[in-house]
T-cell receptor
Framework: QQQVKQSPQSLIVQKGGISIINCAYE??????FPWYQQFPGKGPALLIA?????SEKKEGRFTISFNKSAKQFSLHIMDSQPGDSATYFC????????????FGAGTRLFVKA | GAVVSQHPSWVICKSGTSVKIECRSL??????MFWYRQFPKQSLMLMAT?????????EQGVEKDKFLINHASLTLSTLTVTSAHPEDSSFYIC????????????FGPGTRLTVT
């Protein structure tokens, strides 16, 4: 059972545009929602994360919007750059679950120059 | 920032042989390490949770006798793929969680395993 659903599967954005990736979760026990960026042949790297008591978090060009009642969260990449072209994973974890992290299916982002 | 290393980064082995992958947290202690498997263009699938000094906890569907995990110290966990078959070919990634009540974890660069 997929616990974290992510869309779209792929995304093409013009340089300078906004990239938006959406995720939904089922397990209300999740209490930590990170986003990871992965380049081909590399391990994922944490971009930004949010706890459910906050509706929005911004770090530089990256913003997470969180809707607890809808069990949805999204990543916005402002002023997208070709260097942002990578695969992005949303994820969810819970302390009572041993801090295990469950990943979404991933979104392959391509930013056109 | 915290660094997690994996060794080897790439390995080719023959069917029926075993291969060991090491995961090290270089500048922090990690009570818990996680092992993931990633097929091309797919997501990371959690295989097991490794806690220092205790037996690993495997996710449903993961053969614990095939994927042996040992977490010998607060900075080292190993994954041994026993009697490897071509279908075990994959990208294996570990992550190390900083000791304490924290979600803070760091991922290794991954190990590409090819079984011929």
């Amino acid at each position: 059972q997929q616990q974290v659903k992510q869309s779209p599967q792929s995304l093409i954005v013009q340089k300078g545009g906004i990239s938006i990736i959406n995720c939904a979760y089922e397990n209300t026990a999740f209490d930590y929602f990170p986003w990871y960026q992965q380049f081909p042949g590399k391990g994922p790297a944490l971009l930004i994360a949010i706890r459910p008591d906050v509706s929005e978090k911004k770090e530089g060009r990256f913003t997470i919007s969180f809707n607890k009642s809808a069990k949805q969260f999204s990543l916005h990449i402002m002023d997208s750059q070709p260097g942002d072209s990578a695969t992005y994973f949303c994820a969810a974890a819970q302390a009572t679950g041993g801090f295990k992290t469950i990943f979404g299916a991933g979104t392959r982002l391509f930013v056109k120059a | 920032g915290a660094v997690v290393s994996q060794h080897p980064s790439w390995v080719i082995c023959k069917s029926g042989t075993s291969v060991k992958i090491e995961c090290r947290s270089l500048d922090f202690q990690a009570t818990t390490m996680f092992w993931y498997r990633q097929f091309p263009k797919q997501s990371l699938m959690l295989m097991a949770t490794s806690n220092e000094g205790s037996k690993a906890t495997y996710e449903q569907g993961v053969e614990k006798d095939k994927f042996l995990i040992n977490h010998a110290s607060l900075t080292l966990s190993t994954l041994t793929v026993t009697s490897a078959h071509p279908e075990d070919s994959s990208f294996y990634i570990c992550s190390a969680r900083v000791s304490g009540f924290t979600y803070e974890q760091y991922f290794g660069p991954g190990t590409r395993l090819t079984v011929t």
